[in-house]
């Protein structure tokens, strides 16, 4: 990693004047926050014009001196995006096709960061398509629980051919990313265009760059990501600016930045329900195959070997919401990720936040540094109308991880019995280890709010009191629904108590 520098919030892409009166002037502890930014420029800086997305629409195609990956992928998916024909994954030619047709780029001399980017995005496209073709063709055979399959996804190929391997290494290193698909680089945030170039981000104006399968639900899950993603920078405001009104121990300040959060949080939520309609939950499984990790998943029990790079083999996490930063900031504001239990399972959460642009990680570590040594929680709960705030925001986090959890049962636990996720978590178990961290959260902070009986300059009011009550007794069922419901799934699915299975005995045993 670079040596970070400090970026001022007034970026040039962001109206200095609006930020200004957004910004409260400083207070004791001084100055304005600043968050780190790294030393190299990046497409993903973040700023409150556009949050975590690009600061660029991402580049559609690639430079014409790279022509011979721009066909590759175009033809590469299932179905074709242009011809909506069956492409070279359809009949297992994509790894033949790259071996016959890909040269070996020289990309040393690429320094803008729209190409890097692009060629970053396009290289684990195509090593993820390489990878796990055989796994794709495996489990449309007889994969597929629901279509009387074992769920099960064979091998990937174990080897990665230098033609992919040297150039895909060589982009990484230049962005400071590892050397694999990655949910903001690669498969989501850099892989959206406008229909119309001159209107604004919302769903039905965003197409795909790029596709493995080519079907409408892949579509829809991607752009729902990318459509929820753009109402982060009002989030990111929110938070810098709460933060500074912490610092500054001005309440209503406070208050009012909290209100903004959690209005952005609400946009945010309310774009993820559309999630159901845009891409079928009957669909995920077509897709998903690709976007699978070499960490901890038995389709490759001794990683992955990069030709041209290194003789050891490579272990990386697949794609995953899980690298999104919506939900790690505000588990850093609220000092959720603090109190996550010390366990296997939470350790897989802090390994999967470094699964992301260098800015995004500075990013989180600043906002869960600033809001302890400022005492968020504890300013909080200093005054019962900002702790029922407060407990809104837990709120939309609570929302936001228990829609996520239905996701995950109607859209891969109905149709499977692979024990892990696409980054590598165990399936049944990961999801609930934070979703129940939030409700005790809840439970903790609702409980303090009633017990408060000391006298305050703004007493709860009677409509608080009510919202603080509703919530908890909404937690605490929430809780006993969930436990329910993982002691069940945990009889189904294999090794869930265990952050790191080492498949390579799993599949000896298996053999055995
Ligand atoms: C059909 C929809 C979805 C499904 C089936 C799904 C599935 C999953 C699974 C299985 C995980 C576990 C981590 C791993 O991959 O190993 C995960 C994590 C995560 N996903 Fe999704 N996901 C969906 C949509 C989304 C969307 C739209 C977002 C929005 C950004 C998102 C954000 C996240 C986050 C933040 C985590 C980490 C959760 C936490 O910290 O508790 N997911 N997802």
Redesign the pocket.
């Known amino acids: 990693m670079h040596l970070p520098r400090t970026l001022p919030l007034s970026l040039p892409t962001f109206s200095r004047r609006t930020l200004a009166t957004h910004l409260p002037s400083g207070g004791p502890l001084g100055t304005h926050a600043s968050f780190p930014v790294s030393a190299t420029p990046s497409e993903f800086t973040i700023t409150p014009r556009n949050g975590f997305l690009p600061l660029h629409d991402p580049l559609t195609t690639l430079p014409p001196r790279y022509a011979a990956l721009e066909s590759l992928l175009t033809r590469m998916p299932l179905t074709r995006m242009d011809t909506h024909q069956p492409g070279l994954l359809a009949t297992g030619d994509f790894g033949p096709a790259v071996k016959d047709e890909l040269p070996l780029y020289d990309v040393s001399s690429e320094t803008d960061p729209r190409v890097l980017t692009a060629l970053f995005r396009d290289y684990t496209f195509a090593a993820s398509a390489y990878l796990l073709e055989p796994c794709d063709l495996h489990n449309r055979q007889r994969g597929q629980v629901a279509g009387g399959g074992d769920g099960t996804y064979g091998l990937g190929r174990s080897v990665l051919p230098k033609n992919l391997a040297v150039p895909m290494v060589q982009v990484a290193a230049k962005l400071g990313a590892k050397p694999f698909m990655e949910y903001a680089q690669s498969y989501a945030l850099y892989n959206y265009a406008r229909v119309d170039a001159g209107k604004g981000l919302e769903y039905d104006n965003l197409k795909l760059i790029r596709a493995f399968s080519g079907m409408e639900s892949e579509h829809g ?1 991607i752009l ?2 990318v459509a ?2 753009a109402h982060t920078g009002a989030q990111v405001a929110a938070t810098v600016n709460a933060l500074n009104a912490a610092a500054a121990h001005d309440r209503a300040a406070f208050n009012t930045h909290l209100i903004a959060m959690r209005t952005a949080l609400q946009h945010i939520n309310a774009q ?1 329900e559309t ?1 159901w309609r845009h ?1 079928s ?1 009957a669909d ?1 499984l077509k897709f998903r195959t690709f976007i699978m990790g070499t960490k901890n998943q038995p389709m490759f029990p001794r990683g992955v070997v990069y030709e041209g790079v290194s003789d050891q083999p490579t272990f990386y ?2 794609e ?3 690298n ?1 930063s ?3 900031t505000l ?1 850093n504001f609220l000092a959720v990720t603090e109190n996550m239990p010390e366990n296997a399972l939470t350790e ?2 802090r390994d ?1 936040r470094s699964y992301r642009p260098e800015n995004h990680t500075l990013w989180l570590q600043w906002v869960e540094e600033r809001a302890k040594t400022l005492g968020v929680r504890q300013f909080a709960l200093a005054d019962p109308n900002s702790a029922v705030l407060y407990l809104s925001l837990l709120d939309q986090l609570r929302e ?2 228990a829609r ?1 959890w239905n ?2 049962k ?3 636990l109905k149709h499977t019995r692979h024990p ?6 165990p ?1 049944v178990t ?2 609930p ?3 129940s961290v939030v409700l005790s959260a809840m439970t903790q902070t609702a409980t303090a709010i009633g017990n408060n009986t000391t006298s305050s300059a703004s007493p709860l009011t009677t409509e608080n009191r009510h919202l603080a009550q509703e919530l908890l007794e909404n937690a605490a069922t929430q809780q006993r629904i969930l436990d329910r419901e993982v002691r069940e799934l945990k009889l189904r699915f294999e090794h869930q108590d265990e952050a790191d299975t080492d498949w390579s005995r799993a599949e000896v045993a298996a053999q055995a």
């Open positions: 899950f729902v990501h929820m993603v993820m999630m891409s939950p995920y996490r697949g995953s919401g899980a999104d919506i939900v790690p588990d897989i959460l999967f936001f991880r996520h996701f995950t109607q859209y891969i892990t996720a696409t980054g590598g978590s399936i990961w999801l280890n934070q979703l």
